[in-house]
């Protein structure tokens, strides 16, 4: 049997999950917007009659009060999102192990085996959104098909509370004359680099020769030609309870080489910075701290160390990440063109702390709490608002954004 | 199709935990402390309120003859009020 594969997208998410709680609001207009005190908030998801009113996803809050000037915005509750996003994947994985999430409301499901039929699969899709419905008062809108693009192509297809099956009958005539966006991979700047060579719809692109896309766009062409053509054949990854991310780590290619250790260390605390304030964002810590130098001739170094305490915090990462750099020998390596620092072994920071005997535990206890405030500083006032001395000891350090702005969204499809 | 509506009322329940962990309700404890038995628990599965709002595990009970939804969420047990017309 061929393979039989579903994607199931939660309609309009974050709205629909204030609607289960706020059953007063169905049938109104309403979104939910970030920040909708400040004047930058934007809507994050929009009900379906705010949607009728020309309320988009990603509209600044006062442009979508303008086009509907009865929209009743509520402010997110994430806490909420990810308690629904947690008991969609409870009901999926009743079903199968293999379940892809991306990002809280999407997740691909993998049905494949040696009797399932893709008629089987829009009868489990059928069963997926009356129990989803049931239990969480949620809709789906689920496509099936045999391969993962397509599948999620079907879920943007009907919507709401809808199956849309793409099978190897019918993809040619559902799925080849849409426009090549909306496929996934494909954004607005893919979109127009391919029109000027007049790929503009999906089939379009399903009969570029891989060989040619390789020529013009690289990897990347013949993965999204195989997407098009419906040749896709990337596994749904199976659940793993383990955090997802293995390991957080950033690297900079600083604007002038490091000359000295101390520039060195300079640009470890902005890696340092932005990998702790990362980790402290997905709530973990980690213990496995490790560094790679690229030396100006461009060959790559790497090493790592384990610690004995698990932690987020750039002062207590950064001596670690030096004395690597020291111990190896790296220091010989100088100058140095890029740095990268990345830390592993991590755990959920709800998790109990095991204190050390001679460990200074209030001295930490104060660190976490320090950079909990900076970090609450910088999301409300923005990078520059409170910065580190170093900042403006070292020039080299201030010409670097100190934190990769990282909006929040599904993990990369394209790996 | 009128949207139907009803007020949320956050109950008292006498309950058993079970050794697996699952929850039995045995008597229902009205806010004014008027209370009834629980005389039989008919079905347990996640459900939606739809006219109150919210979600979490659905009772459905009999108490004195009459069928009545019971939800646990969160650590705490609401039922459904009379609609509450528009």
Known sequence: MGRVILHCDANSFYASCELVYRPALRGQPMAVCGSTEERHGIVLAATREAKKWGVKTAMVNWEAKLVCPDLITIPPDYGRYIYFSRRLRDIYEQYTDRVEPFGLDECWLDFSDETTTLTDGVLLAKTLRNRVKEELGLTLSIGVSFNKPYAKLGSDLKKPDATTLISPGNYRNVVWPLPVDSLIGVGERMRRKLAARYVLTIGDLAAQSPRAMHAWMGKMGVILQRYAAGEDSTPVMRTVDEPEVKSIGNSITAPQDMYTIHDAYCVMYVLADSVGARLREAGMR?????????????????????????????????????????????????????????????????????????????????????HEAVDSIHTRFGERAIERGLALANPLYNTIIPRVEHVVHPVGFLR | MKERFAEKIYIGVLAVTQPDGSIVPLRLIWPDGRNWEIDRVLDVRPGVARKAGGEGVRYLCRISGHERELWYAHGQWFVEGGEVKE
């Open chain 1, 286 to 370: 980690g213990k496995c701290i490790s560094v790679s130098v690229r030396d100006v001739d461009m060959r790559c170094y790497g090493a790592q160390k384990s610690v004995e305490y698990f932690t987020a915090q750039a002062e207590e990462i950064v001596p670690i990440a030096m004395r690597i750099l020291n111990m190896k020998g790296f220091d010989t390596l100088l100058p140095y063109r890029s740095l990268g620092l990345s830390v592993g072994s991590l755990e959920l920071n709800t998790k109990p702390m095991q204190m050390d005997l001679l460990g200074d535990a209030a001295r930490r206890d104060r660190l976490a709490r320090l």
